[in-house]
């Protein structure tokens, strides 16, 4: 692989990795390793997963989210189902906060999040789990914020690529 291919070569453990370092810089000391993984997977995974994906798609908005799960669910809602609605209401209220808040009321969509975590805790079989998504959804205004100030940190970032120069021919 050559030196611009690497550079610009992105897989999911990279992916990541970006996200904790990006998240732990916004965090205080001491936040939880378990949430701050959690919340960098969310991240990265809806990073890499397109709005056109036929399964699973990230959403476009928060409207996307409303239809999905509140207006015209398709299926049953299941722990897994809600846990991915409180995921995704937590991207769109937190990392794209600034695109979403003309057009959406960000609290009650952040209500909406908290709530699926918490309905997804209600009915998880494991207890370790249920714990888990318990405190997503009554921490999930911190993490929110965390995503938001990452957001517009990394909009506000100038990143410029530098290519290496080719080997001139002798």
Same mark, same amino acid.
């Given at each position: 692989?050559?030196?611009?291919?690497?550079?610009?070569?992105?897989?999911?453990?990279?992916?990541?990795?970006?996200?904790?370092?990006?998240?732990?810089?916004?965090?205080? /000391?001491?936040?939880?390793?378990?949430?701050?993984?959690?919340?960098?997977?969310?991240?990265?995974?809806?990073?890499?997963?397109?709005?056109?994906?036929?399964?699973?798609?990230?959403?476009?908005?928060?409207?996307?989210?409303?239809?999905?799960?509140?207006?015209?669910?398709?299926?049953?809602?299941?722990?897994?189902?809600?846990?991915?609605?409180?995921?995704?209401?937590?991207?769109?209220?937190?990392?794209? /906060?600034?695109?979403?808040?003309?057009?959406?009321?960000?609290?009650?969509?952040?209500?909406?999040?908290?709530?699926?975590?918490?309905?997804?805790?209600?009915?998880?079989?494991?207890?370790?789990?249920?714990?888990?998504?318990?405190?997503?959804?009554?921490?999930?205004?911190?993490?929110?914020?965390?995503?938001?100030?990452?957001?517009?940190?990394?909009?506000?970032?100038?990143?410029?690529?530098?290519?290496?120069?080719?080997?001139?021919?002798?």
């Amino acid at each position: 692989m050559g030196p611009l291919r690497e550079l610009l070569s992105v897989d999911e453990r990279r992916t990541l990795e970006f996200f904790v370092t990006g998240l732990k810089d916004v965090c205080d /000391e001491g936040v939880d390793a378990d949430e701050l993984l959690y919340n960098a997977s969310v991240l990265a995974h809806y990073s890499l997963v397109s709005t056109d994906s036929t399964t699973c798609p990230a959403p476009a908005t928060l409207a996307t989210v409303f239809d999905q799960f509140v207006r015209e669910p398709d299926a049953v809602l299941t722990a897994s189902l809600m846990e991915e609605a409180g995921a995704q209401c937590l991207l769109m209220t937190g990392f794209f /906060e600034n695109q979403m808040r003309d057009r959406h009321n960000i609290r009650w969509y952040a209500g909406l999040g908290a709530s699926f975590f918490a309905r997804a805790a209600d009915q998880s079989l494991s207890v370790r789990r249920a714990q888990f998504l318990h405190t997503m959804a009554r921490r999930f205004e911190v993490w929110r914020c965390r995503h938001a100030r990452l957001g517009r940190e990394l909009r506000d970032t100038p990143y410029l690529l530098h290519v290496p120069e080719p080997p001139r021919p002798m």
